[in-house]
């Protein structure tokens, strides 16, 4: 039965939480950023800033739900809570604060936080496996 028991995974190293939670961040502000340009928007940076915060905060609520910071790089561990998070947790503050959610942006906003939290993490996992088949 020991089988069944299983270690909580450790504590990744500081310098890859910090980089994936600054990549989660650059690349909400991206999707923000390209949201608004895409719709001619005003105020570049305090838009953008605008448009991102739900989704931000959705993203941190991610982390800390999924404990991104044991396995930061993780598309299962880490990449699906923190999109989820920003999605759902980004449509639901848009919502309660009177910003606009329509089917189309919610479409739109899950396949593009989708590929930007989810993709360089495959990237990445990706990377790591050849790494190891070439090191063999």
Known sequence: ??????????????????AAAVADIVLILVFAAIGRDAHHREEPILGVLLTAWPFL????????????????????????????GS???????RAVTGQSVVLPFIIVATL??????LGYR???????????????
């Open 1 to 18: 039965m020991s089988f069944m028991k299983t270690k909580p995974a450790p504590a990744a190293p500081g310098r890859a939480v910090a």
């Open 57 to 84: 905060a959705g993203a941190a609520a991610g982390w800390v739900i999924g404990r991104a910071w044991r396995l930061p790089l993780s598309v299962l561990r880490a990449g699906v809570p923190v999109w989820l």
């Open 122 to 136: 495959f990237l990445l996992a990706g990377a790591a496996r050849l790494r190891r088949r070439q090191g063999r």
């Open 87 to 93: 999605l759902v947790g980004g449509m639901l503050l």
């Open 112 to 117: 593009a936080l989708a590929v930007f939290l």
